[in-house]
């Protein structure tokens, strides 16, 4: 037994060990002052009392052993007899391990992704201080704008001095950079500007070298320093402490420059935006020179540590203020002469909203909260619905093992044993399906967080196994066996010795009907994870069908960059070059290039013609001859450009689409018609040369009016190329041609058109995907749960049913008897489902693309399914209860 | 004359339960220190008192519960339970049965 000591010491020996101790010294010290007071010196009184008392050390021994022993003992042999239990249902207990698994498996992954994406704190400073400034934004996808101009921020700063310090982090950039200057070799880093003061306010520290200070944030362009990240530093560098003091290369649009690295973040900072990390961080003052006092250049957020004893709402007002001021001195920016009275209101008026950045800032966060909790959500209700199933296994055992129950209670155990030794086994099952679903998660949320990213945008949720992680698992392990249990111990405590072991057929029905309300929850969750996931999958079928309008799956874009700093018409013939070279490659049927690769980014608000107050918003897309050939959107009306506009030094040709011209042109034809545009140059009148098809970027909305122009091509553009072959080996045949074909350039990356228009349905892709899975296992495990409880109800009533047809019942009205319980459950199921799944439909609708809840396919499919489900299920107890034999049946009395 | 501990721990819970029962609750020391009060043959090693405490407080024949005394010190004082109460018979008679066997054995041998 000593190793059940050890065991025993291991547990709960301190508090057994404090309470043995304070016992024994409270005796001694009583002696002794008896001993005193009988006239005794107080040594003498001392050494005696010890004398007399013995070896405390092993009586506290023995008092321990006494004391621990047993309820170790029994606590070895409960999990020892649960194990045999379980073991002798071997595939019971599989199949209760492996739905509980899957549960707790996707709780766990759901709980990782919003444990590192939404609740996990920055591991800075006090993040609970932090804050950080947001407006309305107009775009309905990002509800809440966080990016400031350098003039903004200035004066927000400079308001909210005394009660906030505010600091700027500007949105990261991808900029190609060279630190081996040798090879020449280039690499994309996450760069972020940031003001000098970032580092000292958020809180963090170097781990070799030193931060950026207000000293580098002083004059522009005077301070080429950089800090490297502590993951960059380690992943680029192999943690090397020589790297501190080192050059390196930054290339721009426009230059070169060179910085030095100063110094590395401590280890467990990576920057504020939990799912992008960043690399090297750089001086605000070694911005763009143009940013500076640019009010229409919005690339900052602004974010700032409260003061001591001062709260977010006391440093709004102050706030608000310098913001409105600052918007109002800014119309004559953002308006035209004589703009719109109630327009230039709003913009002033814009309420500008202090939020907390305690656990960072993240446009990542603001795409998928609520669909990770509209996830974590259905991951709940499989657990309920697995967990249910499971506590209908067990009580369906718990019947079965009626005997031994109340044989051992007749023997004299106590009730608190038999409870104990059902929770025991409960949890030795949820431990292991535990185990497993930690090994489930392990793999399913670093799956789910590779859909979220693409090669251009890397999402690095740092998925680690921290205490809240673990916490969570122990809460959820518990919860399970509480859960599994608690009803068939209840149960089994309940159980009467004597009446158990004289009729143990007794009271049938009574069993059955504690099984029923599991029916009812797996029912209803069930119904509600369907009806939701059908959504979902509806939703994102639709959207997957929408004709964006041109060719996707073999259209290949291609992205350069320039080798070396050339005048801009050289590198315009080096791309018409390029252009040129690879239209003649087999393989290749068009060849164009586009500003960008979507569509229809840029917002351009047109004056309509007579009425100079009305303006209509349009996209403006920046192409090159061939784009529309190469893309294969259809010509309507007119003709697409030519070899020859694009030669002209300052081409006023356009194209429009059909939106536009119907939009702006109304029923007449647009072909020939003029208006004024203002792009890169003066105002200056346009004519409408030829009209085009609708195409669209985003398949959630419809096609917006778009004017199609010519760009001089300029490093900004993406070559589109449309191959007839196969993809893969003209991309590699691609990087060769452009490198025969110009020194000045070179390939970065190719990518499909149809994978960036993936990208564009991530969200609700994920949200299927999922929610469709989870629907199909919930309506299994439910049909599981159905099936089990009838066949058990056929079973205990195999006498019953035998004695009805004996006496001249027909078979239709025993199977009626038998279903009669179940079936009546599975409809009270189906009423809370409806009304649950109606109700939980409210938090998905913003996530749905032309799926409604209300819609009557809507509702009737997964209402539809899930009684197919349970009358499949139900189909073989029914037919079993139908040919019970009455003769065998009362024979086995 | 001290009585060896061994022989004495037999009739421990004997003793101990008969001063519970007729006393009310008591701490480990004023057990000792009654017993030592009665008799002063049954001069036990003191600390071995508190394993058999505690072997009858597992067996449910005592119960503990902490309590304050005079000089407002916290201890441990034991009570005897209704299992207490019938075990303190089955004990007697124990008692009762092994002395008159010793006993007749003294007078007939």
Same mark, same amino acid.
């Given at each position: ?41 107080? =040594? ?79 591991? @800075? ?39 906030? =310090? ?20 280039? %690499? ?11 580092? %000292? ?5 170097? &781990? ?9 944030? #002083? ?60 690399? +090297? ?31 977010? %709402? ?61 996830? /974590? ?34 023997? !004299? ?34 799956? +789910? ?12 949720? =740092? ?14 392990? +518990? ?29 049938? /029905? ?52 320039? @080798? ?52 209509? #918003? ?69 004519? +409408? ?68 228009? =993936? ?42 049913? !035998? ?53 009557? /396919? ?36 | ?67 304050? &005394? ?27 049965? @092994? ?11």
């Amino acid at each position: 037994m000593s190793w059940l000591s050890r065991i025993a010491n291991a547990f709960r020996s301190s508090d057994v060990d404090r309470g043995l101790d304070d016992e024994m010294a409270f005796h001694i010290e009583s002696r002794i002052a008896d001993l005193v007071a009988a006239g005794m010196t107080r =040594d003498a009184a001392e050494a005696l009392a010890r004398r007399q008392f013995g070896n405390r050390l092993r009586l506290r021994e023995e008092s321990r052993d006494i004391k621990l022993l047993p309820w170790l003992d029994s606590l070895v042999r409960d999990v020892r007899l649960g194990a045999r239990m379980l073991r002798k249902n071997g595939p019971v207990t599989a199949a209760a391990i492996l739905s509980l698994s899957l549960a707790l498996g996707a709780c766990m992954a759901a709980f990782s992704l919003v444990d590192a994406l939404i609740l996990r704190p920055l591991p @800075v400073h006090q993040p609970e201080r932090l804050i950080y400034l947001t407006f309305p934004g107009t775009n309905p996808d990002l509800p809440e704008n966080d990016v400031f101009s350098d003039p903004a921020f200035v004066r927000l700063r400079d308001a909210g001095r005394g009660r906030v =310090d505010l600091f700027a982090m500007a949105y990261p950039s991808r900029p190609r950079v060279t630190f081996d200057v040798a090879s020449g070799e280039r %690499e994309t880093v996450r760069t972020q500007f940031v003001t000098g003061n970032a580092f %000292e306010l958020l809180g963090v520290g170097p &781990t070799v070298g030193r931060l950026l200070t207000m000293q580098d944030d #002083e004059r522009q362009a005077a301070h080429p320093v950089a800090v490297l990240s502590h993951a960059f530093w380690r992943q680029r560098f192999g943690g090397d402490p020589g790297i501190v003091g080192r050059w390196f290369v930054m290339h721009g649009t426009k230059d070169d420059r060179q910085f030095q690295i100063v110094g590395v973040t401590e280890a467990r900072f990576s920057g504020v935006e939990p799912g992008y990390s960043t690399d +090297v961080w750089i001086p605000y003052a070694m911005q763009d020179p143009s940013t500076f006092g640019n009010s229409g250049y919005r690339a900052l957020r602004v974010i700032g540590r409260l003061n001591e004893n001062v709260a977010a %709402e006391q440093v709004h007002g102050v706030l608000q203020a310098a913001f409105t001021n600052f918007r109002h001195e800014d119309v004559a920016n953002n308006f035209g002469p004589d703009p719109p009275a109630d327009r230039v209101a709003n913009f002033i008026n814009t309420p500008l909203r202090v939020r907390s950045a305690a656990t960072g800032v993240s446009p990542l966060r603001a795409r998928f909260q609520r669909p990770l909790w509209v996830l /974590s959500a259905i991951a709940a209700l499989m657990l309920l619905i697995a967990g249910s199933n499971v506590a209908n296994l067990f009580l369906a055992r718990i019947a079965a093992r009626q005997d031994e129950m109340s044989l051992r209670l007749s023997l !004299g155990a106590g009730r608190g044993r038999l409870i104990q030794q059902l929770l025991i086994e409960s949890g030795i099952v949820a431990g292991a399906a535990c185990l497993v679903g930690v090994v489930l998660a392990m793999v399913a949320a670093p799956a +789910v967080v590779s859909l979220l990213k693409s090669t251009d945008d890397p999402v690095l949720l =740092d998925l680690r196994i921290d205490w809240p992680f673990v916490a969570f698992i122990g809460g959820m392990t +518990v919860l399970c066996s509480a859960l599994l249990g608690l009803a068939p111990a209840l149960r089994a405590s309940n159980v009467e010795p004597m009446t158990a072991l004289k009729a143990n057929r007794g009271r049938t /029905s009574a069993r059955a009907r504690t099984m029923r309300p599991f029916v009812v929850i797996q029912v209803a969750f069930s119904l509600i994870v369907l009806f939701v996931g059908g959504l979902l999958v509806k939703s994102f079928v639709r959207l997957s069908s929408v004709s964006p309008g041109f060719a996707t799956s073999d259209v290949l874009l291609v992205s350069w960059e320039a @080798v070396q700093h050339v005048e801009r018409n050289q590198q315009h013939a080096a791309l018409l070059q390029v252009l040129d070279r690879l239209r003649d490659l087999p393989g290749v049927a068009a060849v164009s290039a586009a500003e960008g690769n979507v569509l229809g980014r840029f917002g351009y608000n047109i004056p309509v013609p007579g009425t100079a107050r009305e303006t209509i #918003e349009a996209n403006l897309s920046r192409v090159t001859p061939g784009f529309f050939e190469t893309m294969k959107i259809p010509l309507v009306a007119g003709r697409t450009f030519t070899r020859g506009d694009f030669e002209l030094e300052r081409p006023t040709v356009v194209i429009v689409n059909q939106s536009f011209a119907k939009r702006y042109f109304g029923d007449q034809p647009a072909v020939g018609r003029r208006f004024d545009l203002r792009w890169g140059g003066p105002r200056a009148p346009h004519e +409408v040369v030829g009209v085009v098809a609708d195409a669209r970027y985003d398949l959630h909305k419809p096609p917006v009016p778009t004017i199609y122009v010519l760009i001089p091509l300029n490093g900004h553009d993406t070559l589109h190329v449309r191959v007839t072959g196969e993809a893969t080996t003209i991309a590699a045949r691609l990087r060769e041609e452009v490198r025969a074909t110009t020194p000045l350039l070179r390939v970065t990356s190719i990518t499909s058109q149809s994978s960036m228009l =993936d990208r564009t349905v991530v969200r609700e892709r994920l949200l299927a995907l999922l929610a469709g899975f989870f629907a199909l296992v919930g309506l299994v495990l439910t049909a599981v749960g159905v099936y089990g409880t009838l066949s058990y109800t056929v079973v205990q009533r195999t006498r019953e049913i !035998g004695i009805r047809i004996a006496l001249g019942a027909r078979a239709v009205a025993a199977v009626r008897s038998v279903l009669a319980d179940t079936t009546g459950a599975t409809l009270i199921g189906v009423a809370f489902g409806l009304a649950g799944g109606l109700y939980a439909s409210r938090f998905v609708t913003t996530l749905l693309f032309e799926a409604a809840p209300l819609d009557v /396919s809507s509702l009737a499919l997964p209402l539809g399914v899930l009684l197919l489900a349970a009358l499949v299920a139900a189909a073989a107890p029914a037919w079993r209860a139908a040919r019970v034999d009455p003769v065998i049946a009362l024979r086995n009395e | 004359m001290t009585t060896r501990p061994d022989t004495l721990q037999g009739s421990l819970p004997l003793l101990v339960l008969t001063l519970l029962h007729r006393r009310g609750p008591l701490h480990g020391y004023a057990i000792t220190s009654h017993i030592h009060d009665l008799s002063d043959a049954l001069r036990i090693e003191e600390g071995s008192l508190y394993p058999s405490l505690h072997r009858m407080e597992e067996a449910g024949w005592i119960k503990a519960r902490t309590i304050t &005394t005079e000089h407002n010190r916290r201890a441990r004082a034991y009570d005897i339970t209704a299992a207490g109460r019938r075990q303190l018979g089955v004990e007697e008679a124990k008692w009762r049965s @092994v002395t008159d066997a010793v006993n007749h054995v003294l007078k007939h041998a």
